[in-house]
């Protein structure tokens, strides 16, 4: 959709063409980790957000607490934004788009600020079908505080140092719980494999409920060891589909291409070696919530993660449409408008 190499064609809510800088699509300087798959996923929403036309001057970036909540600050400089508190940005982001449901909603969410102390949000907003792109970072960690457990760590897992306590407790599996809570968009992929994340990031965009991503992300620093599921090694020696990152500092950007069906292995540059494997079409029913619950079941008692769209359901009203919002967004509506006659208020008067 690029006009020129410098400029990216947007499309307006009025139907009009706007040509954009690429420049409007990018942002501030990473602060995160040397490595960090955060960044891989900023890169791979860039591209997503310039090849499906997004304007970033209707697009509103929600975050919550953690390394998650830099990530708007990295890309769509010339959108709004809003940084909640801890496991908050959901509710945030449902005033957002009650306020104005032209506004395309993007929230960036970490695994400790949606699993834990925002779980009962997140579930709200799956619920509710909420008109969002909601993205967690999952690294099974809060980075942010120095490592400790979140409730997507691995059961049995230690922290990184070796004085470091034991996580008794099994994880969440965001997917199911997303599905299950009415989600009508639901995929996971892997931070380090952008041929499979882009196409992802392309449909939530356009998707008008609640699309959710579960992006693995490992953390560089807190949890990236061998016994992790969210390391490399782990990935090398157990795992089938999960997309390791191809970022390391300081080297080239590791890149592969899946092939459907078949395996793919990929050598890190300490030598080390992951097996990568898809979801293929044929494995289930994107239509079916029941479909891809027994699936997610089946590969976590596997000790797999899939990665790949679980489920989309485009028939359901989301909760603009529930409400039956008015088209034009509360936000610009005038006092005129919003102030009831003095024969309205008697006639609701009459009927108490």
């Not at 834990?116 to 690294?139: D, M």
């Not at 990031?201 to 008008?208: F, Q």
């Not at 069906?261 to 079916?288: K, N, Y």
């Amino acid at each position: 959709m690029a006009a020129s190499e410098a400029s990216v064609s947007v499309r307006t809510f009025d139907g009009r063409s706007l040509a954009l800088p690429v420049v409007a699509f990018q942002g501030s300087s990473s602060t995160l980790c040397k490595g960090c798959g955060h960044n891989s996923i900023t890169s791979a929403l860039i591209d997503a957000c310039k090849a499906v036309g997004v304007d970033p001057y209707r697009t509103v970036k929600l975050s919550g607490i953690g390394c998650s909540s830099k990530t708007p600050a990295y890309f769509l400089q010339a959108s709004h934004g809003f940084n909640a508190l801890h496991g908050r940005m959901p509710s945030v982001a449902t005033g957002a788009s009650l306020a104005n449901h032209r506004l395309l909603c993007i929230g960036i969410s970490g695994d400790g600020d949606t699993a834990n102390i925002g779980l009962g949000q997140f579930k709200h907003a799956c619920r509710r079908n909420l008109p969002i792109v909601y993205i967690v970072e999952n690294n099974g960690c809060y980075g942010l505080t120095k490592g400790q457990f979140s409730a997507t760590a691995d059961l049995h897992q230690h922290l990184r140092r070796e004085t470091g306590e034991e996580n008794l407790n099994s994880p969440f599996d965001l997917c199911l719980e997303a599905i299950c809570g009415g989600a009508t968009y639901v995929a996971r992929s892997f931070a380090g494999d952008k041929k499979q994340l882009l196409p992802l990031l392309k449909g939530a965009l356009k998707h008008k409920g609640t699309a959710f991503l579960d992006i693995i992300s490992p953390c560089v620093t807190f949890n990236d060891f061998p016994s992790s599921t969210k390391s490399w090694e782990w990935a090398r020696d157990h795992e089938e589909p999960l997309q390791e990152l191809g970022f390391v500092p300081r080297l080239p950007e590791i890149e592969v291409e899946q092939e459907a069906v078949r395996s793919t292995r990929v050598q890190m540059h300490d030598g080390a070696w992951i097996t990568l494997r898809a979801l293929h079409h044929d494995e289930l029913d994107v239509a079916s919530r029941a479909s891809a619950m027994k699936l997610l079941a089946e590969t976590k008692t596997n000790e797999e993660l899939l990665t790949g769209l679980f489920y989309a359901d485009t028939r359901r009203d989301n909760f603009i449409d529930t409400l039956n919002v008015v088209d034009e967004p509360l936000a610009s509506l005038q006092q005129n408008d919003l102030r009831p006659s003095k024969d309205v208020l008697d006639t609701i008067m009459s009927m108490l």
